[in-house]
């Protein structure tokens, strides 16, 4: 369901997996790295240390089938659900993204 101007789901899929792939020195994988680049440069662009002092964590649970790998139950919505998870400064910038 991506826009029609995008590639074939197929390309963008085989860069994400590229992309996200953990080195194996330790360091950050390139999507984190172009990540972590482009929030430091919003924020010294809007007056601010390149590094953030405070994050705000938020949880979403997200409904998914009974076939699914990796899933979890939401006592309080009492659904089948899988979390994502998001930690953001106080602009709103994402800092880590974890699914």
């Known amino acids: 369901m991506s826009p ?4 074939k789901w197929q390309v963008v899929y085989s860069y994400l997996r590229r992309w996200s792939r ?7 994988c390139r999507l984190e790295q172009a990540l972590k680049n482009v929030v430091g440069e919003v924020r010294i662009d ?3 240390g390149e590094k953030t002092t405070f994050v705000i964590v938020a949880a979403q649970g997200v409904k998914n089938t009974y076939t699914a790998e990796q899933k979890g139950y939401d006592a309080g919505k ?6 994502r998870h998001i930690a953001v400064d106080t602009q709103g910038l ?4 974890a699914g």
Do not use: T, W
């Open 22 to 28: 953990e080195p194996s020195d330790g360091e950050l």
């Open 78 to 83: 009492k659904v089948s659900s899988i979390e």
């Open 4 to 7: 029609r101007d995008f590639p």
């Open 94 to 97: 994402p800092h880590a993204i």
């Open 46 to 48: 809007s007056g601010q």
